[in-house]
């Protein structure tokens, strides 16, 4: 355990309410941020993408099931790649958990990635999820949505949370990375609302709220992170 300071009940409680005056301004802001990012222009979505599901075909509207809002996770499992990102399957650990609450708010939620939907079907099923997860293999989807980077798409300057990406992957090689968007249904037409990259999901992976509230934090030195069927006898 690392050196901390030791302090009477009376000096936690004065430095507990400096924190909570620091901890209320974070949550005003939030609220404000969040008020910025809904009041975002939106974007129609004039490609016809299609995707593999485990049911066959369907297409971008087909994934919001019924309701007029979609939250995409852009799960990291390329065609290339042996199994699923670990980071995104922590993140994904939480869905089947808090999608009913959000699909009971008009809200559908599915993962996409670019590995053939049997792999993606094969990992599903280790995993124990339940979520709509499709392959976007056939289609530019990955790409047009800035997670997906090969040495010929998107060209020399591909982008990457709004940046450039310096260089390319070498050819015949990909490179995929983590993201989220989100879309509206809206008189038979899809928009495209939002997408967050690398940093901006950090409030979307559930494990590291509940660490920043542990007493040494995300205690990231010397910890290996695994898919959760991979830490010995369960943690």
């Known amino acids: 355990m ?10 936690w409680l004065a430095a507990r309410l400096a924190l909570l005056d620091a901890e209320k301004e974070v949550t005003r802001r939030n609220d404000e941020v969040a008020r910025q990012r809904q ?9 016809d993408y299609r995707f593999d599901s485990e049911d066959g075909e369907v297409t971008l509207p087909d994934l919001f099931r019924g309701r007029s809002q979609l939250i995409v996770q852009h799960f990291m499992y390329g065609p290339d790649m042996e199994t699923g990102c670990p980071s995104c399957s922590s993140v994904a650990d939480g869905w089947d958990g808090f999608r009913v609450h959000l699909e009971n ?20 099923r280790r995993m124990g999820w339940s979520f709509p997860w499709v392959s976007s293999a056939r289609s530019d989807f990955n790409f047009d949505f800035a997670v997906s980077f090969t040495s010929d ?13 310096p260089g390319t992957p070498p050819p ?15 008189g038979g037409d899809v928009y495209h609302c939002y997408s967050a990259y690398a940093r901006g999901l950090d409030a979307l992976w559930g494990m590291w709220q509940w660490l920043d509230r542990a007493p040494l934090g995300r205690n990231e030195d010397g ?7 991979e830490y010995p006898d369960g943690g």
């Open 105 to 124: 708010h008009d809200v559908a939620m599915a993962a996409v990635s670019r590995a053939p939907i049997e792999t993606l079907a094969a990992y599903k």
């Open 39 to 47: 009041a975002l222009p939106w974007v129609r979505v004039d490609k």
């Open 223 to 229: 910890w290996s992170f695994r898919r959760h069927d």
């Open 153 to 165: 798409w998107p060209g020399p300057d591909p982008e990457y949370n709004y940046r450039p990406v």
């Open 172 to 186: 015949g090689e990909s490179v995929e990375a983590p993201g989220v968007s989100t879309f509206v249904l809206d």
């Open 2 to 11: 690392p050196d901390h300071p030791v302090a009477t009940r009376e000096d």
